[in-house]
């Protein structure tokens, strides 16, 4: 079993920046991928970004590219999403999750019960 619990949701402004954390507990971090996802109101949840269980990899969707970073520290069992230049459009419950390194939400196994970030024009 695996518990993932998000943190470092909010409301901000278009522009600003927040950062997420999951923390983890009940299996080897350091063993798996990690990745965010988001869904918003009405919309499938979608791909967000993915690191290797080193860290050393990452893998962003389009439309968080160069605005995003996901980071993580195995030391802390714990993954990080740094939101930078935040959008409208980036309202959205956002996950983490546990499994492979991938896009897929199907290569992930395990789920945080996701943490709501809002962002106002």
């Known amino acids: 079993q695996v518990q993932l619990v998000e943190s470092g949701g909010g409301l901000v402004q278009a522009g600003g920046s927040l950062r997420l954390s999951c923390a983890s507990s009940?299996?080897?971090?350091?063993?798996?991928?990690m990745g965010w996802f988001r869904q918003a109101p009405g919309k499938e949840r979608e791909f967000v970004a993915a690191i290797t269980r080193s860290g050393v990899s990452t893998y962003y969707a389009d439309s968080v590219k160069g605005r995003f970073i996901i980071s993580r520290d195995n030391a802390k069992n714990t993954v990080y999403l740094q939101m930078n230049s935040l959008k409208p459009e980036d309202t959205a419950v956002y996950y983490c999750a546990v499994g492979r390194y991938s896009g897929d939400p199907a290569a992930y196994d395990y789920w945080g019960q996701g943490t709501q970030v809002t962002v106002s024009s």
């Open positions: 009940g299996r080897t971090f350091s063993s798996y991928a």
